[in-house]
């Protein structure tokens, strides 16, 4: 069984990173069920494992935080949905690229829910919108924007971190770090792609697709 929580109000991140840990401690131990916790924080950027001093770029303008989750630098805020996944990954099959290559799949499964196409790229961690309504690249491709990010950690089995959606977030925001260590590319949210889109209607897309996409085995 898998445990949904969904937090009022903007969430500290340490506290986030104290209930993740002690959780997924006891989801090991088998003293509790598995975990998806929707949350929203403050301003904030996070640097995972592989972060590169030289992309936090603005370092005086939100709180930095040291991660262990992978990945490089990112962003969270309000409008954003963050769904922090507690999950036993052993149990699901001991294979940690196929946890994350679902986690994407989780995503761009929600991201049709309102008949958009997400996409992942080879090298570009996250999930990936391609701006039909944008002028072509230098290069005369297509721009693409991100609209969601991953980053995980696995102890002993059991993951937690997980992923992040741009919902309806100040894109602005963005720009004291460049997120993933990626600058040809932009950021984007389904309300900037001109969707009405709340915090609430995505925490229902997330819930009716997660079991078409995450199983025990």
Same mark, same amino acid.
């Given at each position: 069984?898998?445990?949904?929580?969904?937090?009022?109000?903007?969430?500290?991140?340490?506290?986030?990173?104290?209930?993740?840990?002690?959780?997924?401690?006891?989801?090991?131990?088998?003293?509790?069920?598995?975990?998806?916790?929707?949350?929203?924080?403050?301003?904030?950027?996070?640097?995972?494992?592989?972060?590169?001093?030289?992309?936090?770029?603005?370092?005086?303008?939100?709180?930095?935080?040291?991660?262990?989750?992978?990945?490089?630098?990112?962003?969270?805020?309000?409008?954003?949905?963050?769904?922090?996944?507690?999950?036993?990954?052993?149990?699901?099959?001991?294979?940690?690229?196929?946890?994350?290559?679902?986690?994407?799949?989780?995503?761009?499964?929600?991201?049709?829910?309102?008949?958009?196409?997400?996409?992942?790229?080879?090298?570009?961690?996250?999930?990936?919108?391609?701006?039909?309504?944008?002028?072509?690249?230098?290069?005369?491709?297509?721009?693409? %924007?991100? #609209?969601?990010?991953? +980053? &995980?950690?696995?102890?002993?089995?059991? /993951?937690?971190?997980?992923?992040?959606?741009? =919902?309806?977030?100040?894109?602005?925001?963005? %720009?004291? #770090?460049?997120?993933? +260590? &990626?600058?040809?590319?932009?950021?984007? /949210?389904?309300?900037?792609?001109?969707?009405? =889109?709340?915090?609430?209607?995505?925490?229902?897309?997330?819930?009716?697709?997660?079991?078409?996409?995450?199983?025990?085995?």
């Amino acid at each position: 069984m898998v445990e949904w929580i969904v937090q009022d109000g903007l969430l500290d991140y340490d506290d986030a990173v104290t209930f993740m840990e002690a959780r997924a401690n006891a989801i090991h131990k088998g003293d509790a069920d598995e975990c998806i916790w929707l949350v929203e924080h403050p301003p904030l950027y996070t640097a995972g494992t592989s972060a590169k001093r030289e992309d936090l770029t603005d370092p005086d303008r939100f709180p930095v935080y040291t991660s262990k989750r992978g990945g490089q630098y990112t962003y969270h805020g309000p409008g954003q949905r963050v769904a922090y996944v507690m999950l036993d990954v052993g149990k699901r099959g001991h294979d940690v690229r196929k946890f994350v290559h679902q986690l994407e799949e989780w995503v761009i499964a929600t991201l049709a829910e309102f008949n958009l196409r997400g996409e992942i790229r080879d090298g570009r961690v996250g999930v990936w919108i391609v701006r039909d309504d944008k002028p072509f690249t230098a290069t005369g491709e297509k721009p693409e %924007d991100k #609209i969601a990010a991953i +980053g &995980i950690r696995i102890r002993k089995w059991v /993951s937690f971190h997980g992923i992040s959606i741009n =919902v309806e977030p100040e894109l602005d925001h963005f %720009d004291g #770090i460049v997120p993933c +260590g &990626i600058t040809e590319h932009g950021v984007t /949210s389904l309300v900037d792609l001109g969707l009405p =889109v709340t915090l609430d209607d995505v925490d229902v897309a997330l819930k009716r697709t997660f079991q078409s996409v995450f199983s025990e085995s």
